[in-house]
Every structure is written in C-alpha cells, then in structure tokens.
C-alpha cells in the first residue's frame, strides 16, 4: 500500500474515469450519451486504470461515470464490483440529456445504484443547465432525502452563478456529502465576487467538501500555479479536513510541491477524506 507521509492511509485519487470501447456488454450509445459528438475511439478500462494507479503510487479511485454512457451506469458498476478494493464510484441519473429531476423514479433508481450495484452516489452537473435552474429546485427534494437516508455523496458540476444552489442543498440535506467539482470553474481572471467568494463561502457548511484538481481553472500547463494562491485561500477556508484530491497527474504537485501542506493535511487531503466521504474500505 502506498501511503501518504508516515502514515497508513492510503492515496485515493477522488476522480478519474473509465469506459471500454468496441465491448458488446457496456455499449457505448451516442442516444443516451450525456456528450454525444465526443465519444472516444480508444479504451479507459479499469485494468488500465489499475495500471496507471501503480505508475502513480495510487492505491484507490473513485470513478466518476463517464458522459460516454449517460444514464446506464453499467460499466462503472462492473469496475466497483470486479475491484472493489480498488474502486467506488458515482453515476449519473439526473439532469441534462439524463432523468428530468422531477421523474418520481429517481429516488429507487438512486437506491438502486447504492444497495445494488455498490456506487457511493451521484454526479449532478447543472453546469450544462446554466440557463434553468433544478438543483435546488423543490422537484429536486425526494432525491436528496433518499440520498441523505443513504448517506450519498453528490459530486456537483456547476457553474459559478449555480454555487449559491450548492449552499442552499447543503443546509436543506446535511447528511449528504457535497463535493464541489472544479473549483466551481471560476475564471481566475474575474472578480473574487463573481465565483471563487461564493464558493469560498461553502466552508461554513460542514457537508460540503472542495476537489483540489486545479487544471480546469488554470490558465498554465503543470504545475498550475496560478491556481496556487486559490487553493491556499481554499485551505485557509476549508481547512484540510475538507479538500479532497483529484487526477493522477496533479499528484506530485499536491503531494511534493505545494508549500503550505503540513504533513498531517497531506494524509487528510490525498486520503482519509476521500476514504471517509465515500465510504472506502
């Protein structure tokens, strides 16, 4: 097991992706798919994944379901159960080109994916919504009371104009872990007020969790660090019992270069959060 300082926690990377391509039982289906004029043509398996986890010295992945595959969760459900020392995950049933929110099926169809086929919970991603607003929208409620009956973990893909939605959910279901996705994808060159304070402001809710993955924001190759000063001010905030690690490639930066990491907040950051938020093993 690889392990984060000195520690025995081990290093879980919070989001990666897998899909297989040209495979009869998990079909890729343009139909369904949440990004249908992007569909691959080589496969991101979880063999390939494992592969890659012992390149990095990664000794767990949370899969985030893949657009590729819309609502059929099928493939991520396969990696879980085939791994699951290795994996938990989160689907997609809800929201743009998926389930509309107000189906009253989505809460089995949640309970469904939990007790049945092992995922944590969902990817909600209002951010291809940017002009309706569901969220938080009260046909939206049955969904979130089944996942905090379930202690569900959300992964939310938003826009910063959404994140005062994030808020709103995360004092109305206390009990479901929300983890912010992308810092929000704030535009680091526009005003504190129009992103990165509102989203800074989710630190007062004790469920709500922030993906430290910087490259979205960023406008720099590796080691991103325009991003730097933000994730300080996120730690400063969050503090490091809620930031939550992300993508292979930003590992070194998180664990061997960022400054401001104490050695206990690595052991928090690459992995006792995750473990704890997503209920790994």
């Not at 107000?102 to 991603?125: I, V, Y």
């Not at 929208?137 to 994030?166: C, G, M, R």
């Not at 872990?177 to 989203?199: C, K, W």
Request: include cysteine.
């Amino acid at each position: 097991m690889t392990t984060t300082a000195d520690s025995q926690t081990p290093i879980i990377d919070g989001a990666a992706h897998a899909w297989v391509v040209n495979n009869p039982r998990f079909p890729l289906d343009p139909g369904i798919a949440t990004c249908p004029e992007n569909m691959p043509t080589i496969d991101e398996s979880a063999e390939h994944l494992i592969a890659r986890m012992a390149t990095f010295g990664i000794d767990q992945t949370v899969i985030s379901h893949v657009c590729y595959y819309g609502r059929d969760n099928s493939y991520t459900a396969h990696c879980v159960n085939a791994y699951p020392d290795r994996f938990t995950g989160v689907g997609l049933l809800v929201g743009y080109r998926l389930h509309s929110p107000d189906d009253p099926a989505n809460p089995a169809r949640l309970e469904h994916l939990m007790r049945e086929d092992g995922l944590a919970g969902l990817r909600l991603s209002p951010i291809y919504d940017p002009d309706v607003e569901w969220l938080n929208d009260p046909v939206s409620y049955p969904l979130w009371q089944k996942a905090e009956e379930l202690t569900a973990a959300f992964n939310i893909f938003a826009a910063p104009h959404q994140v005062n939605q994030i808020g709103d959910m995360a004092a109305r279901y206390p009990g479901v872990n929300i983890i912010v996705d992308h810092y929000a994808m704030i535009d680091i060159t526009r005003p504190d007020s129009e992103g990165f304070q509102p989203l800074l402001d989710l630190h007062r809710h004790p469920n709500v969790y922030l993906r430290t993955s910087l490259h979205n924001p960023s406008g720099q190759k590796l080691p991103y660090r325009d991003m730097w000063p933000y994730l300080e001010r996120a730690y400063d905030s969050f503090g490091p019992r809620k930031l939550i690690y992300a993508n292979d490639y930003e590992l070194l930066v998180m664990k061997d270069l960022i400054p401001f990491f104490t050695s206990q907040d690595k052991e928090w950051i690459l992995g006792r959060n995750a473990r704890a938020v997503y209920r790994l093993d």
